[in-house]
């Protein structure tokens, strides 16, 4: 049975502060890793749409693993205003507060 490729991201050393990225894929009765990325020296600014492409393609599912695996990682977005979750509990819970001051107060909803 063949599966897609795999990527995973795990925390590395405790000291470190690193995080390791892993990509495998299993094949019938085979397994594969990718080695560590190997640079190398090119011409300035010779990366053009026939150059050498990308390190690795992600599927939307690929990245979504990934960026999952960051989160436990304890990575987060620099910028953004929090997940939808988190935002939908934001309204509900100002819904409510809503509801009860109007309550209180007495005034009709608007």
């Known amino acids: 049975m063949d599966l897609e490729l795999k990527i995973h991201a795990a925390k590395g050393h405790f000291r ?16 594969y890793t990718a080695k560590p990325a190997e640079l190398v020296e090119i011409e300035p600014y010779a990366i053009d749409a026939n150059g050498p492409g990308p390190l690795v393609t992600l599927t939307p599912t690929m990245a979504q693993k990934l960026i999952d695996d960051l989160w436990d990682c304890g990575v987060r977005p620099s910028e953004g205003s929090g997940s939808a979750g988190q935002m939908a509990a934001v309204q509900k819970h100002l819904a409510d507060m809503r509801q009860i001051a109007f309550a209180k107060s007495k005034i009709e909803k608007p």
Request: hydrophobic share 30%; net charge negative.
């Open 16 to 31: 470190s502060g690193s995080i390791n990225l892993f990509l495998d894929q299993v094949q019938g009765d085979k397994c």
